[in-house]
Structure formats: structure tokens, C-alpha cells
């Protein structure tokens, strides 16, 4: 029995459905949208600020998207493709501050500079390298670099407090750098949307069934985890936007694009600081090299945050082995995502990837000590009892099938939609929620095309003003949108007293 109807459904009440249901109501505001989550709060899960790195990933301190070739050059095209991404996100994200839709910036973003570090003369060399690469393109223009102890005690003073005076390092620094609270980010944005008209929030309602009807709908059959009733809602699009649990739903949606699929959990855990003598001599993220078999979520950083109201410091993180595809899921997850056409893929990833489950089975059996030990390449001076060990969230890698191997692990993401466009979910995690602008403009370019191409063209550019545009290819551009963002967001102190 159909209860209610929407135009939209967005699954889950996270970064990427919250930015969607925005972009949505601002192109079309006569659109009936649903939000169901299955927690009772918004943004508990993957988007909440300890699930995630909070770091706006911009590509600036990341090492790992700048990988050494065999021939010794850097690699830079990751960097830059994920640093005009997110160059994207701060534009969305300016636009909803200067029309009163998200409160002032430091809400859910403020200034926390990027920068790397590295130690021994190889890894030195190789930041020299990568630095003098990417410093050459209009995007890393601002980057800055030093060998010099003196100059890197002001950039990171906990990082170079008590370090072998003849040990080699180095590092970058970009100034403008920024530590987003995707959780309150979320937050505001359904905060808002609840104020227009046509919005419906379901919390505490669970996905239990999806079935496409004769005239390309959807019953999405929902059930209130609390009560128990069930109903059914139908609806013109659904977006599944629910984390490491959208794989599980594109699977009962049964779309044909949906086959093949498989997923890769990988869990996280981070050192904590709260002790402000400790906490306000680091503002800043450090990322450093990723041990050799590491997946990218576990770049090691020691990295400002400011979460509750509160400035902490995290360092980590560390990365585990668990078979949930949530944080509040379930262990068997996995083991119910395997069916008939996902199974070789599965297999296959499991047969050439034991190095990296038993590297993340060894991360989760770790000590305190030993997490402690792995800090003290970045913070000399490091005391036990200062740190608290405390869960990161849930990531499910993408699996998908391989003609070569039968199978392969990748650590992007990915936007899967039906042939119809009414159906599209996000799989993937790395780099997550500093890209869903991008992601769900994939969504709106795959699955709203015809809209997008006539009436929602120009909106999308006031929006986004270098929409349809290269900020890799066209300088004067990004330097306009860069002026524009960082002056809004107030993410660049000294850019203000420049365009005062």
C-alpha cells in the first residue's frame, strides 16, 4: 500500500544526500524530497567529525595522491584532479553562506593549515620534488617549502620539539588549508531544507525493500526501526547515499548496473588529545608517508580538529579489519553482500589482497604503546597518558569486476545509476565528503540531464560559478573562485587584508 509519495528520495541523512537535497531545492524548489535515515540523529555515521578525517582535501599535504614514478618524476594529475574538486565544494559552500542558507563559516569550517613532513634524506628528496612539481601549476602557486628546523618549529612546533637536531627533513606548508566539521556541515544544510516547503525527514526509518514499478518508480518500502511499522513510499528518484550501507541497497535494487559490485570494509581508529596545553601548540593538519601496504585512509597525519566546540588533536589513523559496513552495523555485512554476480570479484580481490588484510588485521591487534610509538615520529616528546584511543568510522572499498584478474580493489569512489537515471547510489570512500559537491553533480549531470542542460544551466553557474569550466586549465578563473571562497569562508587571514 502506498502511503506517500516524493519526487526525491534521498538514503541516509549524511555529506552527500544533505548536499544533494540543497542542490535540488535550490534548481527546482516545487520539488517533493524524503530524507530517511536509519539513526535518530543526522550525520551520525560516516559524515560525523570523529568518522572521518575532517581534513578539506585539497591535495596540499596528501603525499599519497602524488605518487613517485619509476623514472623518479611525480606524479601530480590525482592532485590536481581532487584539488579543483574540492575547489568546488568551497564555491557551493560559499554561495549557501552569502544567501543565509549555512550560518557563519566557522560553524563547520575553519583555517587549519596544510602541510607535510617528512624525515631521512629519501623521503626529503622526494618532497623536494614533488614540491618544486606541483609549486610549477597556478593551483599549488602558494605552496611553500623548507628544510630549515627554524622555519619548520614555526610551522609545526610539536613536530620539531625535541627531534635529532642531525636528522634530514623537510616539509610544506599551504597556508589556507582548512578543517571541516562534515558532521555540522550536514547538520545545517537538513536544518535548512526543513525549513522548505516540501521537505519530509524520516529519522529512524530503515530501508527495508526497493522495487522499481511498470512506469520507472520506485516503492521503497521503509520500516520504523523503533516501532517496527512498515510502509511503503513511492518515488520519481532515489539516491542511495548511505555509506559503507549503499552497497547493500544497490543490491536490492536489482538495477543491472548495480551487478558486479562488491565491497571491501576497512575500519579506522584514532589517538585522541584534549589536554589544551598539548592541543594549542599544534593548528595545523601534518600529513606524513603511509607505511608501505597502508590503504589511503591511513596516511598517518597529526591533525588539528575542532569538534563540540572544542580544539582536539588526532593522530592516526589506524586502520583495521572488521566485516561491518557500518560503525552501528551489523558482522555480518559482508558476509550477506556476497551473491552470485559480485562472487568472483570477491574471491578474486581476497586472493591478491592477503598482504592488506593482514596488515589490517595486525593495525587492530596494536597496543596503546605501540600506536603511541608510531605518534612519536611526529610528536618527539609524547606521553602515554595524554592520548586516548577512540573508533574512526566505517569505510567500504569498492569491488568490482576485472577481465584480466576476475576482480579488483580500488579506494575511489564511485556514482553507479541506472540506465533510466531514476535510480543512482554512491559507493566508495577516499576522499570522500570534500568532494560531494563534485559527486553529486555527477548525479545531477548522469540521472537529471534533460533539466540540467535547459532551466538548471545557469542556476548550477550561480551556484557555482566555474561550472563547465577548468580550474586545472584556466588560471584566471581559479584565482577569481580561490579570492572569492577564501575571502567568504574566512579561511585566508591574510587574502582579506589584501582585498580589503
Known amino acids: 500500500m502506498i502511503v506517500k509519495t516524493a519526487d526525491v528520495m534521498l538514503v541516509g541523512a549524511g555529506a552527500m544526500s544533505s548536499t544533494l537535497g540543497m542542490m535540488l531545492k535550490q534548481l527546482d524548489p516545487a520539488l517533493s524530497i524524503m530524507m530517511v535515515e536509519r539513526l535518530d540523529q543526522v550525520a551520525q555515521e560516516s559524515t560525523d567529525a570523529l568518522n572521518n578525517a575532517g581534513t578539506g582535501h ?3 599535504c596528501e603525499l599519497n595522491y602524488t605518487p613517485e614514478l619509476s623514472d623518479g618524476s611525480i606524479d601530480i ?14 564555491q557551493f559552500w560559499s554561495y549557501l553562506v552569502s544567501q543565509g542558507m549555512l550560518p557563519e563559516p566557522k560553524a563547520f569550517i575553519n583555517i587549519a593549515p596544510h602541510q607535510s613532513f617528512v624525515w631521512g634524506e629519501k623521503n626529503v628528496e622526494f618532497l623536494r620534488k614533488r614540491y618544486r612539481t606541483l ?10 617549502f623548507s628544510e630549515d628546523p627554524e622555519v619548520l618549529a614555526k610551522w609545526m612546533p610539536l613536530v620539531m620539539k625535541g627531534r635529532p637536531k642531525d636528522q634530514p627533513v623537510a616539509g610544506t606548508r599551504v597556508r589556507y588549508g582548512s578543517d571541516v566539521n562534515f558532521g555540522e556541515l550536514a547538520r545545517h544544510m537538513v536544518k535548512y531544507l526543513e525549513t522548505q516547503p516540501g521537505f519530509d525527514l524520516q529519522l529512524s526509518h530503515n530501508v527495508r525493500d526497493l522495487n522499481q514499478t511498470a512506469d520507472g518508480q520506485w516503492d521503497v518500502e521503509l520500516e520504523n526501526v523503533k516501532t517496527g511499522r512498515r510502509e511503503t513510499v513511492r518515488s520519481r528518484f532515489v539516491f542511495l547515499g548511505a555509506g559503507g550501507a549503499a552497497l547493500p541497497l544497490l543490491q536490492k535494487s536489482d538495477i543491472p548496473e548495480g551487478k558486479g559490485y562488491g565491497g571491501f570494509p576497512v575500519s579506522g581508529q584514532w589517538l585522541v588529545c584534549r589536554d589544551p596545553a598539548i592541543v594549542n601548540q599544534h593548528l595545523a593538519k601534518v600529513y606524513g608517508k603511509a607505511p608501505i601496504g597502508a590503504p589511503p585512509m591511513s596516511v598517518p597525519h597529526l591533525d588539528a580538529r575542532y569538534i563540540n566546540g572544542q580544539n582536539v588533536l588526532l593522530f592516526g589513523p589506524f586502520a ?14 559482508l558476509v550477506k553482500s556476497v551473491n552470485g554476480s559480485n562472487l568472483v570479484p570477491m574471491l578474486s580481490v581476497g586472493r591478491d589482497n592477503m598482504d592488506l588484510t593482514r596488515y589490517l588485521i595486525k593495525e587492530a591487534m596494536q597496543s596503546h604503546s605501540s600506536r603511541v610509538k608510531a605518534l612519536q615520529n611526529f610528536y618527539p616528546e609524547v606521553k602515554d597518558g595524554d592520548w586516548e584511543l577512540a573508533v574512526a568510522g566505517q569505510r567500504v572499498q569498492i569491488i568490482k569486476k576485472d577481465p584480466e584478474k576476475g576482480g579488483k580493489l580500488e579506494f575511489g569512489t564511485e556514482v553507479v545509476s541506472s540506465a533510466d537515471g531514476s535510480l543512482a547510489a554512491l559507493l566508495g570512500a577516499s576522499p570522500g565528503a570534500s568532494t560531494s559537491v563534485e559527486a553529486m553533480l555527477t548525479v545531477l549531470e548522469t540521472c537529471f540531464k534533460d533539466r540540467l542542460a535547459g532551466e538548471w544551466q545557469q542556476k548550477l553557474k550561480t551556484m557555482i560559478p566555474s561550472y563547465g569550466r577548468s580550474l586545472n586549465d584556466e588560471p584566471e578563473l581559479l584565482h577569481q573562485v580561490r579570492d572569492m571562497t577564501l575571502t567568504t569562508l574566512a579561511l585566508d587571514p591574510e587574502r582579506e587584508v589584501e582585498t580589503a
Open 58 to 60: 585539497a591535495a596540499y
Open 77 to 90: 594529475r590525482k592532485a590536481l584532479r581532487i584539488n579543483a574538486s574540492f575547489e568546488l565544494s568551497l
Open 135 to 144: 609549486s610549477q601549476h597556478h593551483q599549488f602557486l602558494d605552496m611553500e
Open 320 to 333: 583495521g579489519f572488521t566485516t561491518k559496513f557500518l560503525k552501528r552495523g551489523s558482522f555480518m555485512d
